[in-house]
C-alpha cells in the first residue's frame, strides 16, 4: 500500500464579507423573482444599513418581499427574500 501524502489544493480567493453579501442578496432576489423559490433566508451574515436598504431598493424593483429578521439561532439579523408581491 501507498504511503499518502498530503496534496496541496489551490489557494482561494476570499472575497470580501459586504461583497458576497450583496452577491448573495442579488442572486436571491432573482430567485424568488423568477419563481424558482417562494421565499429564501440568507442567515448569518452581517447585515449592515446600507445592506438591508440595497435589498430593500432592489427587492422593490423586481417585485418580491423583503425584510430584516432576527435569525432565532443565532441572534444576528437575517434577510427574508420572498414571496413575491
Known amino acids: 500500500m501507498d504511503r499518502s501524502r498530503p496534496i496541496p489544493l489551490p ?25 424558482g423559490a417562494g421565499r ?3 442567515a448569518n451574515i452581517e ?4 445592506l438591508a436598504g440595497r435589498g430593500a431598493a432592489l427587492a422593490q424593483q423586481a417585485g418580491v418581499a423583503f425584510a430584516v429578521d432576527p435569525d432565532p439561532i443565532t441572534g444576528r439579523r437575517a434577510l427574508r427574500i420572498g414571496p413575491r408581491l
Not at 489557494?11 to 419563481?35: D, H, K, P, Q, S
Request: aromatic fraction near 4%; proline fraction near 0%.
Open 40 to 42: 429564501i433566508t440568507i
Open 11 to 35: 489557494v482561494l480567493r476570499v472575497e470580501r464579507t459586504t461583497e458576497w453579501a450583496e452577491n448573495e442578496l442579488t442572486a436571491a432576489i432573482a430567485v424568488v423573482a423568477e419563481g
Open 47 to 50: 447585515v449592515t444599513d446600507e
